[in-house]
């Protein structure tokens, strides 16, 4: 969802989602099981955002319609990852054509003490007080590092779309890239760095997947959720 709201507020469709983040899964099982999990995280955003620049290549510099790109990315993305995992994974133990081995987890945070306090809380059975002490232990116990990430990302993306001057340019590409580019922005170059981000956060996106969802690499691991999250992002008003 991130991925989409950066490309769109720079004026740039982005249906490629899905493409990017199946790109981001298989780096990240490739990377992940050779040199640890936050090797495949780095790999997964690179993945992403090499197809996010490839995008933002057809779109902005070469004029093709937007939707077109972003379906020819998320065919592109299937196929090449099948045919990466055949040369890459065939005959490695635990790997497979459709499966990588297996990933290292990247950790996870604990808030000490909280869950021991709220336990009795929540076998309570109080209507509503055990519900919520049941949804802060889930919320404080074992959280992915990989989840810290993306939350602290939204707050930076907000920051940095909507309180520095990088992000007002940004914006204004999308919003009215001729009046901006009459006082002097430079709207491709704004393009690209938008699309290209949006990638890398799609990446980011298939690197949960792989590294702390399911530590491993499955063909058809996203299920669609590139496209939840451009809904997401949709009915979220951008």
């Not at 707050?155 to 520095?164: C, D, H, Q």
């Not at 996203?222 to 939840?228: N, P, Q």
């Amino acid at each position: 969802a991130l991925g989409g709201l950066w490309s769109e507020r720079a004026g740039v469709v982005n249906i490629g989602l899905e493409g990017m983040m199946i790109m981001g899964t298989w780096c990240a099982g490739w990377a992940g099981y050779q040199w640890g999990p936050w090797v495949g995280v780095l790999a997964a955003i690179l993945g992403g955002a090499s197809f996010g620049l490839l995008h933002a290549l057809a779109t902005v510099t070469f004029g093709v319609d937007q939707i077109i790109s972003g379906v020819a990315i998320n065919i592109l993305g299937l196929g090449v990852t099948q045919y990466l995992s055949a040369i890459a994974f065939t005959g490695v133990p635990g790997g497979g054509p459709t499966q990588s081995p297996r990933v290292s987890p990247p950790g996870t945070v604990t808030i000490p003490f909280l869950s021991d306090v709220l336990e009795p809380v929540a076998d309570s059975g109080i209507w509503f007080v055990s519900d919520l002490a049941n949804i802060s232990i889930g919320l404080t116990t074992d959280v992915s590092l990989v989840t810290l990430l993306a939350i602290s990302l939204v707050v930076a993306s907000y920051f940095i779309l909507w309180r520095t001057s990088f992000g007002l340019r940004l914006r204004s590409c999308g919003e009215n890239p001729w009046a901006a580019e009459s006082l002097g922005v430079k709207v491709m170059r704004y393009k690209y760095i938008a699309v290209t981000m949006s990638g890398a956060f799609a990446g980011l996106g298939g690197a949960y997947l792989v590294v702390a969802y399911a530590q491993i690499y499955r063909e058809g691991q996203t299920g669609g959720r590139g496209y939840i999250g451009l809904a997401a992002m949709i009915f979220g008003n951008w």
